[in-house]
């Protein structure tokens, strides 16, 4: 059974320190990994999709990387600031006839000005 | 194009009513997955839906939850006899593709609260 385990729960950084966020997951076999970011009381935006074939995709100041046979992905954040107070969240498609997403439990970003 | 489109985004319930959720998915996307977070939890699958057909619902309560996504208009989740424990904040996605190869587009979700 797929786990995804996310570290650390919560950050605190302050204003345009670069960060790491880490996401772990149990079975290899994965289709595609998904970033996200939720804001308080709203739904999710979607970040980054990396393909199981892929090792990395970047968006503006966000790089996503992914190593399927150690089963990891990190969400690197360059210059962060005040806005990208959030918690982010590592999802795992597991292919199969849905490929429906599995979730980690998420890391709470405080960016302080 | 207007993304996912989720109502009500606020529902309070009171014990043994009926609780109907809206998601209509982006445009061109026939593809439907709704979730549940429960406080302090993270996202977990429900149900997985194309149009008039339920394809996964393996995370879905045995009891009192039913999923349908009709030929015309929108998903529906619908659960019957709410009690205290299904509060909870239920996302829809959707997807043009069987699996997400473009990504999964969320919803900002219906916070259903039993009273």
């Known amino acids: 059974k797929q786990e995804v385990t996310q570290i650390p729960a919560a950050l605190s950084v302050p204003e345009g320190e670069n960060l790491v966020l880490n996401c772990s997951f149990t079975?290899?076999?994965?289709?595609?990994l998904q970033w996200f970011r939720q804001d308080p009381g709203k739904g999710l935006t979607s970040l980054l999709l990396?393909?199981?074939?892929?090792r990395e995709q970047t968006s503006g100041r966000l790089n996503a990387s992914l190593d399927k046979s150690s089963g990891r992905s990190t969400l690197y954040i360059a210059a962060s600031q005040p806005g990208d107070s959030a918690t982010y969240l590592c999802?795992?498609?597991?292919?199969?006839?849905?490929?429906?997403?599995?979730f980690g439990t998420g890391t709470l970003l405080a960016v302080q000005p | 194009n207007a993304g996912v489109m989720q109502n009500p985004r606020h529902l309070v319930r009171r014990r043994g009513q009926e609780a109907r959720l809206r998601c209509s998915p982006m445009?061109?996307?026939?593809?439907v997955y709704w979730y549940r977070q429960l406080p302090e939890e993270g996202l977990k699958f429900m149900v997985y839906?194309?149009?008039?057909?339920?394809?996964?619902e393996s995370g879905m309560p045995k009891e009192r939850f039913s999923a349908e996504f009709p030929k015309e208009g929108p998903s529906i989740l619908r659960i019957q006899q709410v009690v205290r424990g299904d509060s909870a904040a239920y996302f829809c996605?959707?997807?043009?593709?069987?699996?997400?190869?473009?990504?999964?587009?969320f919803g900002s979700g219906t916070r259903l609260t039993v009273v």
């Open positions: 996605a959707s997807s043009p593709t069987r699996w997400g190869d473009n990504g999964y587009t």
């Open positions: 445009k061109g996307h026939s593809h």
């Open positions: 999802a795992v498609g597991g292919g199969g006839a849905t490929n429906k997403l599995i």
């Open positions: 839906l194309q149009k008039e057909n339920i394809i996964d």
């Open positions: 079975d290899s076999a994965i289709y595609n």
């Open positions: 990396i393909q199981s074939s892929q």
